[in-house]
């Protein structure tokens, strides 16, 4: 008797306790009904010169039918400092959504995979690329500081609409993060570009000998591999680190304009199918890429180097977001439609000084396109060209070239509702109540719309177990 009521006790104070630390690690705040809620991941351990690179599934997010309308992160360490990139380089961070089976539990700790179980489907992004690979939601590297991710009036992310999750199913997300400790490394860039002789790696995580010439890259800075360090830091201690992440998000309605994520590689081999040979479609996505060194001859004038890669996407309309993302040495992207027109240009903010967010040598920020919407429409199937530049006056690996996308989805909105008409009511610069009157019809049809056709975006894709 007296034993069962201890542990009632137990587990009373067990509860109260995981309330508490609940609380301290999930912060919301409203402001103009956009609600922002900060997580942490969980805890990582990093030394001097280590790779961390941990999957963390069914992470901390906001629940229910909602439309997300930013996603910022940041490590930090225990005392909740942030951690400048010369410390702890931000290779990439990826969210991921996924469905899981209700009633598995799979404890919470990197690099089990869980995830990608049986009883698990991957919820991709609209694409493009095959195997799952780059599938991701939401994903930056070290420019994560100072790259704006907000969705614009009147668009959102829409996820965790219960119509797309298949009875037996809920929604979860799994967090990927991949760090790299330089404090006392040999060399910096060599260790941040994953260069496989500073790593001593010769066969890639799963035990495969590396192809030949392969000089560095995501292949040889796997979980637990430690870049050269200084023989002073040889036995330097350890260090908890956390991603901090913020969700704005508002509840959905049926105001809010979905859109699709696309993102293009500019490594992607794009195959294009050809029923004689029974072959379909398919993007094989590369990821990374090597810059060679220009000839010493012309490295006085700036030489750059120049990859590009021409691709459609399956569905059109209009542009609302854009944004690059590049290594260190990148020196902008650019994504153009059919006939040369701009759709938008990204290009990398360097840091100047020590900070965190301000890191020298580092890619601290991203700008990004926030086309008036409307303004610029992406047709489905039209051939779009995208370019990535980097310096080249040295040589580079383990370099990317990606373009992330949000596309307003025309089968959401009615055709004959103009977008603009109900925009112009959302930013009610002068909202007549004519304008609200069209808003509020346009709204309404939307959800007849909805209820109609019963979107299911992202269901499709998302079935290969591959993540990169
Ligand atoms: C590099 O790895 C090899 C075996 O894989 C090992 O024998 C050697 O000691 C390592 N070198 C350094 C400097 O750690
Ligand atoms: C490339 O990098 C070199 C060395 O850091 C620099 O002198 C040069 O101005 C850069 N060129 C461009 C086009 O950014
Ligand atoms: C939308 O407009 C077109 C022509 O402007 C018309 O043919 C069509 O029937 C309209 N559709 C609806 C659903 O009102």
Not at 196 to 221: A, M, Q, R, W
Not at 235 to 248: N, S, W
């Amino acid at each position: 008797m007296a034993h069962g009521s201890s542990c009632l006790l137990l587990n009373l104070a067990i509860l109260l306790l995981l309330s508490i630390v609940q609380s301290s690690q999930a912060h919301q705040k409203s402001e103009n009904g956009i609600k922002t809620k900060v997580f942490l991941s969980p805890k990582f351990e990093s030394k001097p010169g280590s790779v961390v690179e941990k999957y963390y599934d069914n992470i901390d997010f906001p629940k229910g039918h909602i439309a997300i309308k930013g996603f910022d992160a940041e490590v930090i360490d225990e005392q909740g400092n942030s951690i400048p990139l010369h410390e702890a380089y931000l290779h990439h961070w990826v969210v991921q959504r996924y469905h899981q089976r209700k009633g598995l539990d799979i404890p919470k700790h990197g690099r089990d995979l869980g995830f990608l179980k049986s009883d698990h489907i991957i919820v991709g992004n609209s694409g493009i690329c095959d195997y799952g690979r780059l599938s991701q939601y939401f994903g930056l590297g070290s420019e994560t500081r100072r790259t704006d991710t907000s969705v614009p009036e009147p668009y959102g992310i829409e996820v965790g609409n219960p119509e797309d999750i298949p009875d037996g199913y809920e929604e979860r997300w799994v967090l990927n993060v991949h760090t790299i400790d330089t404090r006392g490394v040999e060399d910096k860039s060599g260790c941040t570009e994953c260069r496989c002789d500073l790593y001593n790696v010769t066969k890639d995580e799963s035990g495969h000998v590396l192809p030949p010439g392969y000089k560095g890259g995501f292949f040889c800075c796997y979980d637990n591999v430690r870049c050269k360090v200084k023989e002073e830091f040889r036995g330097a201690e350890k260090k908890g680190l956390y991603m901090r992440y913020t969700v704005k998000y508002v509840d959905w309605d049926t105001s809010i304009v979905p859109v699709k994520i696309y993102i293009i590689d500019v490594s992607d081999i794009w195959t294009k199918a050809d029923a004689s040979r029974g072959m379909r479609e398919s993007h094989l996505c590369m990821v990374e890429y090597d810059v060679e060194s220009c000839p010493t001859a012309v490295a006085n004038d700036g030489c750059t180097h120049k990859k590009s890669v021409s691709v459609s996407l399956p569905t059109g309309g209009d542009v609302i977001y854009g944004v690059g993302h590049q290594h260190a040495g990148g020196i902008g992207t650019t994504l153009y439609g059919e006939g040369g027109r701009v759709i938008c240009s990204s290009n990398p903010t360097y840091g100047t000084g020590n900070e965190p967010g301000n890191e020298a040598g580092y890619i601290v920020g991203m700008s990004t396109c926030y086309p008036s919407p409307g303004s610029l429409k992406i047709s489905a199937g039209e051939m779009l060209t995208f370019v990535s530049k980097y310096n080249s006056t040295k040589t580079r690996t383990g370099v990317m070239g990606l373009f992330y996308l949000l596309i307003a989805d025309p089968s959401a909105a009615n055709p004959n509702v103009t977008l603009n008409g109900q925009l112009e009511a959302h930013n009610s610069v002068i909202a007549s109540n004519f304008g609200w009157a069209i808003a509020l019809f346009g709204a309404a049809l939307v959800g007849v719309v909805v209820l109609v056709f019963g979107r299911r975006s992202g269901t499709e894709e998302g079935y290969e177990a591959i993540m990169t």
